[in-house]
């Protein structure tokens, strides 16, 4: 892995639908939530996790899109 990748900004979009449709796939996986890690900063990750809670994102193979 680059350094430089370390260092960016990623949102957890695609690994939650992963899990999500691993979670669909195998209920008795016993995943019954996630962590989020604010590394690219406490607001941007809040506003995710709000948006996602509110409902206010698009969901598509390659992650979500927030309204």
């Known amino acids: 892995m680059d350094l430089c990748e370390l260092l960016s900004v990623h949102a957890p979009d695609k690994l939650v639908v992963d899990l999500a449709n691993y979670v669909a796939a195998h209920p008795e996986s016993q995943i019954s939530g996630v962590h989020i890690f604010p590394l690219g900063g406490f607001e941007k990750s809040a506003a995710w996790a709000n948006a996602v809670a509110a409902g206010q994102i698009e969901i ?8």
């Open 60 to 67: 598509s193979e390659d992650g979500f899109r927030v309204l």
